[in-house]
C-alpha cells in the first residue's frame, strides 16, 4: 500500500472563520482524492 502526505496550512485572516478552513481542508482532500488518493486523516490544525 503506497500512503501520501501532503502539507495543510491554513490561510486565514482575521475575518475568515473556522468554516474557511474546513473548506480549504475540504478543497485539498477533494483534489487529491480525485487522483486517487484516500483522505486517512489529520491530527490538528493551529491557526
Not at 5 to 34: M, R, Y
Amino acid at each position: 500500500m503506497d500512503y501520501k502526505v501532503v502539507p495543510f496550512v491554513a490561510q486565514i485572516t482575521q475575518k475568515d472563520t473556522t468554516a474557511t478552513v474546513a473548506g480549504q481542508l475540504q478543497a485539498l482532500i477533494n483534489e487529491h482524492s480525485s487522483q486517487g488518493w484516500e483522505y486517512v486523516r489529520l491530527e490538528n490544525v493551529e491557526t
